[in-house]
């Protein structure tokens, strides 16, 4: 069984920064990618970022490329999201998701952390 579990959440005000990590347990799993998604209320969840385990290639959504960084420790089965430059739009819900195999969509998710950024 994988479980997901995020930290790293909180408030922060506008141009701020805070760093989101999401740790796999399970002791033998080796994700083929890990993302971000993002759902503020009243909109449905979107993707943020993701990376792939074996190589460290990342792709991120429009809205935050330039602000935002996701990194892995592969030691540590952990992903993290570094949030720079933060916006009130960026205030969301955030789950980290991982997949297992590229025929595979998301199947694990964490619980979620919610940021909140003031203006």
């Known amino acids: 069984q994988v479980q997901l579990v995020e930290s790293g959440g909180g408030l922060v005000q506008a141009g701020g920064s805070l760093r989101l990590s999401c740790a796999a347990s399970g002791r033998t799993y080796r994700p083929y990618q890990m993302g971000w998604f993002r759902q503020a209320p009243g909109k449905e969840r979107e993707f943020v970022a993701a990376i792939w385990w074996s190589d460290g290639t990342t792709n991120y959504a429009d809205s935050v490329k330039g602000r935002f960084n996701i990194s892995r420790d592969n030691a540590q089965n952990t992903v993290y999201l570094q949030m720079n430059s933060l916006e009130p739009e960026d205030t969301a819900v955030y789950y980290c998701?991982?997949?297992?195999?590229?025929?595979?969509?998301?199947?694990?998710w964490g619980q979620g952390t919610q940021v909140t950024v003031s203006s």
């Open positions: 998701a991982a997949r297992s195999s590229r025929l595979t969509t998301y199947r694990y």
